[in-house]
């Protein structure tokens, strides 16, 4: 069984920051992939920002205010979130890619989300 467990969303004014962090656990033997995606009330669910290998990609409306970063050692992901807008707020979910112990096949994990609420 292979969990990812969110922390650090919350209220923040308009301006502010947050840092989410995604601790992955369980029986994993390698992370390819982690990324947070956010879903906004009414719309789907979309990719905010992914790091894989050292290499980070950023949806165009975060880039400049969000930096992921990765701790390989400890499974863990965070996402430094800057100059946070209105239109921020969101449930942020947490992904991975990994390398399942058991079967030795790749495949999907989610968080169960933290909710980020950016108040104008």
């Known amino acids: 069984q292979v969990q990812l467990v969110e922390s650090g969303g919350g209220l923040v004014q308009a301006g502010g920051s947050l840092r989410l962090s995604c601790v992955a656990s369980g029986s994993i033997l390698s992370i390819n992939a982690m990324g947070w995606y956010r879903q906004a009330p009414g719309k789907q669910r979309e990719l905010a920002a992914i790091i894989s290998g050292g290499r980070t990609n950023y949806t165009d409306s975060v880039k400049g205010r969000f930096t992921i970063s990765r701790d390989n050692a400890k499974n863990t992901v965070y996402l430094q979130m800057n100059s946070l807008k209105p239109e921020d707020t969101a449930v942020y979910y947490c992904?991975?890619?990994?390398?399942?112990?058991?079967?030795?096949?790749?495949?999907?994990?989610w968080g169960q989300g933290t909710l980020v609420t950016v108040s104008s």
């Open positions: 992904n991975a890619n990994f390398l399942d112990l058991g079967t030795f096949k790749y495949r999907d994990v």
